[in-house]
């Protein structure tokens, strides 16, 4: 792509890093903001600017928050001994929608994977077994996408855990797998987590 401007050049080709954009979109997003009046494009700017400098994660869940302890972490009416274990905050949004959920999250912020060299120690799971191990833990559901990334977190977590004295069991398989938890409707996640079985049983399954 030739361009006329040096300024345009590196617009586009900013915009072109996000994921599923293109040099053609990144093109037309650009020129989008270009028309829009000056005040728009900054308030872009500086939002952005401000979520990577001051965000902040959760120090219980590991959640994006806006302060030390989350909203649900904080909140005195929901059963900290049961922890439903989910990949990032999409998850916690998504089944928070469901409105069937009282429990804690705990926020792994990813999913095993050694293909993209993703192993345990790049997610939460040491502040996880942390937790159990301190003993406020009587629960952990597993809600993870039922992907081979999903089985291999869980198994791995499974397994760091396994000598504790805790129930550890997996939303019921009402989400075909594959599914991400973020597509499910509110009723079939809903009552997933509702009619939530031993993790075990789910693998004398497969
Ligand atoms: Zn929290």
């Known amino acids: 792509m030739d361009f006329s401007s040096k300024l345009l050049e590196n617009a586009v080709n900013e915009m072109s890093q996000l994921p599923g954009i293109g040099k053609r979109t990144a093109l037309r997003l650009v020129l989008h903001l270009l028309k ?4 728009q494009a900054i ?82 799971i040491q502040s996880l077994v942390d937790k159990v191990r301190e003993g406020v833990v009587d629960e952990l559901i597993f809600a993870l996408s039922s992907t081979l990334e999903g089985d291999t977190t869980n198994f791995y977590i499974f397994k760091q855990l396994e000598k504790y004295p805790i129930t550890i ?31 075990e049983n789910s693998l004398k399954n497969n």
Not at 36 to 39: C, F, I, L, R, Y
Not at 179 to 199: C, K, M, N, Q, W
């Open 43 to 124: 308030a872009l700017s500086e939002s952005i600017k401000e979520l990577r400098e001051d965000i902040n994660f959760c120090s219980n869940c590991h959640n994006i928050s806006d302060v030390k302890v989350c909203e649900i972490c904080s909140n005195p009416n929901r059963t900290k001994n049961i922890v439903c274990v989910v990949e990032d905050i999409r998850d916690v949004m998504a089944i928070e929608n469901t409105s069937q959920y009282r429990g804690h999250y705990h926020v792994l912020g990813g999913k095993i994977s050694p293909m993209d060299g993703i192993g345990p120690s790049e997610l939460t």
């Open 36 to 39: 829009q009046p000056k005040t």
């Open 169 to 199: 069991t997996t939303i019921a398989r009402g989400i075909s797998v594959g599914d991400e938890l973020e597509y499910a409707d509110e009723v079939t996640l809903g009552r997933s987590i509702l009619h939530r079985i031993p993790f």
